[in-house]
């Protein structure tokens, strides 16, 4: 990782100068890529994601926007607080530091804002993981079973160990490639203390969706004996490691 800032009358960019020496402003925008048959929409998240084909490799660009009712007074605005502070370059320097730990994570190529006075909207470019599912396609298609779920609880305990908090810990952002798993998402995620307070309620999260996507459709019996205590017992497993 080579980490370099492009300044911009509105704002900045952040880049990895070893995936790409040059990034500017058109990588944020879907239509340049679409101009150049370098663009395929892939649902997933608020407002989708863009694969788009990249001079550093096929990359996932994705826009940030708020969630539930903020989201109909804000839309994709955020206040400003200073450049470090924004969503954009904070994920992205999450992500490297993920990458530097050696823990399965999207790696970080371009981040971007841009300013409207009080506020700023932001833009994160990561490397495509190819070939992979989430966890929740995987529970639709009854692919969830002792095995998967014991590799879900040791990766979260691997991120947990060196103190790295996902901030919506759920079956969509966990990715099951062909071999091995993924953690995406880290928006708002940041490095802590591990203690037991926060990464129990990490799993009870994680656990709730589950629920939520019919994992437990069988009877809460049949759930914990087939997914939620395999992983459970490989979590504990591998965070006492």
Not at 18 to 39: C, K, N, T
Not at 40 to 63: D, F, K, N, W
Not at 192 to 212: D, G, M, T
């Given at each position: ?102 823990l399965p994570g999207p790696a970080p190529v371009a981040a971007h804002y841009r ?127």
């Amino acid at each position: 990782m080579q980490e370099q800032l492009r300044k911009e009358a509105d704002g900045a960019i952040l880049f990895d100068a070893e995936a790409s020496p040059q990034v500017d402003a058109d990588w944020f925008v879907p239509e340049y890529w679409r101009g150049r048959g370098a663009l395929r929409s892939q649902t997933g998240g608020r407002g989708g994601v863009q694969i788009i084909a990249t001079p550093a490799g096929e990359c996932v660009l994705r826009h940030y926007r708020r969630g539930g009712v903020v989201a109909k007074l804000m839309g994709d605005r955020y206040l400003w607080r200073g450049a470090d502070a924004t969503r954009c370059f904070a994920e992205f320097r999450l992500l490297a530091e993920i990458a530097r730990l050696g823990l399965p994570g999207p790696a970080p190529v371009a981040a971007h804002y841009r300013r409207h006075g009080l506020f700023y909207r932001a833009d994160l470019v990561t490397r495509r993981i190819a070939d992979a599912r989430t966890l929740a396609e995987c529970l639709a298609a009854g692919r969830l079973d002792a095995e998967l779920a014991r590799e879900v609880g040791a990766l979260v305990a691997r991120f947990h160990r060196a103190g790295i908090w996902h901030a919506d810990l759920n079956a969509h952002n966990v990715l099951v490639a062909t071999a091995e798993l993924y953690l995406i998402d880290f928006d708002r995620g940041r490095v802590r203390e591990p203690a037991e307070a926060w990464r129990l309620a990490n799993l009870a999260r994680l656990h709730r969706s589950l629920v939520k996507l019919g994992a437990a459709a069988h009877g809460e019996q049949a759930f914990r004996a087939t997914v939620w205590t395999p992983l459970i017992e490989a979590y504990e497993a591998t965070f006492g490691a």
